[in-house]
């Protein structure tokens, strides 16, 4: 999903003379960490200094990193003055948007420029990295402890779910900071009102959608992104797939046209036509949360993050109306939610002491302090709800801070994460990029009424085939 979040406004953290140093350091889309290390107080450093390893192992060294311009990010590049003084590593980060950081990175990797020690990586994207040898493995660096406590980092906490994304044959290439899944949204006041449940199949999801779809008064029953793209359509479109018992591989092959794959894409297809808005089928996630938030749709299947959006009470007609539930299971009894995260690779063209820098940065940001002081702990309004650690899901401090989301919002995503997830919903190969883009086409080429769903698929099929023939 995430190569749709919109940008976010820059976060003001707690500390006004260091905000003062970060906002004049940014500059075209770049924010160079600039502020002395004495901003960072001795105190503010303790958690971090209770980690049995040297930080300043790499002191002097600077690195860079891409990331998007979201909210989140803003959070943690606000703290980086504390990672400076705990370092004495100096890090630049540079904001690329959702559209192009996949490029910039994958053209930094292949020429080998190293412009970027780390990167927010697609998780769909470690299989090429690693067929190309692109980024490190990452298994020696947690189990060296020179650079990693393994008690204090405790890599086991942060959610199996994130990390198995990010892992290729078992092993790990990046450490995931940010991520979501997808669940239900739902209007609870006016199911309450009708005596509806949250769907636990699909055959209720549409049930539930008929009995609130009345479009002439401006309420449509359901809502799911149709805007063609690798992590538009084909983040939801998997999803419904596994729930009709389809997979993508048969004997080894690459499968896109099977039975079951037709039957879920008329099932995609004639649920938008039944029940959402016309123009959802070039929607991406913003205009769903939006309409949603204007009280004109029943209920959405996204990413638990779009809270933030709906919850906005300057902007949402609906805060206090607003219920979670889990992904609904389809005809083969799954229920298979599409997951996401941001993480972060080294890449492999650095040298060894930049390599160094660049693990004591991601540990930096994926620990679980950091992750607390740019989620509940964070002085601004945008307090993050993708945090990587199951022990802070399941926190009082987290849950106070989400109090607002709405109700069942923790448990919904957490039983997701915990129960729905499948590492292997979309196909993980080094091809992804080109097979995705083919599967969207297809897949809208079907939404918007140019194909049927077998046509469709079978000219996916063979487009794919010659991709992996090439």
Known sequence: MRDSIHAAAPAEGPDTTRRTLLQAAASAGALAAVAPAALAQADDLAPYRAA??????????QISAAVIPAGYFENLIGLLPQFEALTGIRVRVEKVPPGQIRQKAMLDLSSKTATYATHAADPMYYPLYVANRWVEPLDRYLADPALTDAAWFNYNDILKAWRDADSVDGKPYGIPFDGEVTVQVYRKDLYDAKGLRPAETYDQLLANAKALHDPNNRMFGLAMRGFAGAGQNM?????????????????????????????????????????APPAVRNWNWPDIADAFSQGTIGCYLDAHSSAAVITNPEKSKVVGKIGYARWPKGPSGRGVTSIWNWGFPINATLSERAKRATWLFI??????????????????????????????????????????AGHNFIPAALQSLEQDTDVDWRP??????????????????????????????????????????S
């Open 52 to 61: 049995k390893i040297n930080w300043r192992q790499a002191e002097g060294e």
């Open 363 to 404: 540990t930096w940001a994926t620990c679980a302090e950091t992750q607390a002081r740019t989620s509940w702990k964070f002085a601004g309004p945008g307090k993050r709800s993708g945090i990587n650690r199951l022990s802070q899901w399941r926190s009082a401090e987290f849950a106070a801070a989400m109090g607002d």
């Open 235 to 275: 983040y939801i479109y998997p999803s419904i797939l596994r729930g009709f018992g389809g997979s993508w591989f048969q004997g080894g092959n690459l499968v896109v046209n099977s039975p079951q794959a037709v039957q879920a894409l008329d099932w995609y297809v004639n649920a938008l036509t039944q029940y």
């Open 428 to 469: 993980r190969v080094p091809q992804w990029p080109a097979i995705g883009e083919a599967m969207a086409t297809s897949i809208q080429a079907a939404l918007v009424g140019q194909k049927r769903s077998k046509e469709a698929l079978d000219e996916a099929q063979a487009r794919i085939t010659q991709l992996l023939r």
